[in-house]
C-alpha cells in the first residue's frame, strides 16, 4: 500500500511561514514594531494571512464533517475494496469543489483482489446461547451458507503433535491459539505529550538503527511460523469448516484482526525457497476461512471445551471477491505555486483501512486534517509560492 504520511499541519506551517509563502501586496507581511509610523495605516488594512487562517479554522472549520463522512458513511476502506474507491472518488470531488486543480485518481500498480464482508455472525448455541464478539480475517472466504458447526481444540505444541488429528477436524470449527493472557490495566490508554516530549520526538532520528532480532528470537520466529504453516496445511487438508484465532490485542470487548493466512504465506522469504503468498493475489490458493475472536470469549470456549463441555456454533459468513480490477489509486489534487511552483510542500496520510471498524485513527483523522489544511488556503484565495 502506497502510504504518504507527512502532517498536514507541518505541510501548512511550511507553506504559511518560509519565504514569503503567499503573493501580498507590498508591505502585507511588515509587523507593527517594524513598519514605519506613516505606514501603519496601509498594512493594518491587509490581515496577516496567519491569523485569517487561524480564524477560517477555528470558526468555520469543516474537518469534523469531512471525517464523518469517511467513517459514518463510507466506513472502512479496505484496499482494493469499492469502499475504498468509493472514498478515492469521494475525496477526489470533494477537494475539486474545493478550488483544487487536477484532482484526479492516480494509479500506483497492480494491487490484487479486491474483497468485502457481506454477512457475519457467530455464537454458540449449545449448552447455552452466548453471543461472541468476532470479526473475519480479510480476505477469507468464506461459508456456501449459515451452518451449524461443532467446536473442537486443536492442542498441538510441534508438528509432531498434529499428526493426532487427522481425520478429526472435517465440518469441525477449530480453535488454534492457545489461551490469551489477560493483565489488568492500570494506567490510561492515552496519555498527553507535554511540550519536552515533542521535542525529543521532534529531534530524534527516524532513519537511525534498529536492533536486529537475535539468533535465538529468530530461530523461534521461525519455529512458530513453520508449526504455523503445517497447521494450516492440516486444515486445508482434512476439510475444516472455519478456523478460530484468539484476538493478539484488545480488551473488553475489543480485538485486533487483520488478513487471512493461506498456505505458503505465513513463513517470510529469507526463511523457505519461494516469494511469500499473499491472501490478495490473484491466484492465492485455497484457504480454510478464518475469524478472529475477543480474547475473553475465546478463552472461555477453550476452557469449556476442555473440560468436556460439547459446544456448537451457528455461523453466518458471505463474503465477496471482487477481480474486476486489481489496480489500487492515490487521490491526488494541487494547489499550484506562483514563482516557485517547482517546489513542492506535500501533504498526505493512507486513505484505505482495516475492514474491522470505521478506519477513524488509522487514518481518516489524517486524511481530514490534510483536507481541511487545503480547503482554508483555498477558502481564503491565499496564492502560495510553492505547490502543495
Known sequence: MVRFTTLACWGLFVATSYGAPFDSPPGAGTSSAQAEPAEKSET??????????????????????????????IGPRLTGSPALRRANE????????????????????????????????????????????????AWSPGLDRPATLEAVVLDADTIEDLARYHGKLK??????????????RFEP?????NDTDLLTLADADPSGPKRPPSR???????????????????LNDEEAALMVEASLGGEAGALTVTYASVPGGVLVPEECDRPRVQPWSTDAPKTVPQVVLNKEHYNRLRRMLQQGERLTLDVDFTVEFHDDDPTACNTIAEIPGSDLKNEVVMLGAHLDSWHAGTGATD??????????????????????????
Open 171 to 184: 465440518g469441525k470449527t477449530v480453535l488454534v491459539s492457545p489461551e490469551r493472557r489477560i493483565r489488568p
Open 44 to 73: 493594518a488594512a491587509v490581515p496577516d494571512p496567519i491569523e485569517r487562517i487561524k480564524d477560517e479554522g477555528l470558526h468555520r472549520s469543516e474537518v469534523m464533517a469531512t471525517l464523518s463522512h469517511l467513517t459514518d458513511v
Open 363 to 388: 487514518n481518516a483523522t489524517g486524511v481530514a486534517v490534510c483536507m481541511e489544511a487545503v480547503r482554508i488556503l483555498r477558502a481564503l484565495d491565499l496564492q502560495p509560492r510553492r505547490t502543495i
Open 90 to 137: 469521494w475525496t477526489r470531488d470533494k477537494l475539486a469543489t474545493w478550488g483544487l486543480e487536477n484532482a484526479r485518481l492516480e494509479p500506483w500498480g497492480h494491487f490484487g483482489r479486491g474483497w468485502s464482508l457481506k454477512r457475519f455472525s457467530l455464537q454458540v448455541v449449545e449448552p447455552q446461547c452466548i453471543p461472541l464478539v468476532a470479526m473475519p480475517e
Open 216 to 234: 535465538d528470537q529468530r530461530a523461534k520466529q521461525q519455529t512458530e511460523d513453520e508449526w504455523f504453516e503445517a497447521m494450516l496445511q492440516l
Open 189 to 193: 490508554i492515552a496519555t498527553r505529550l
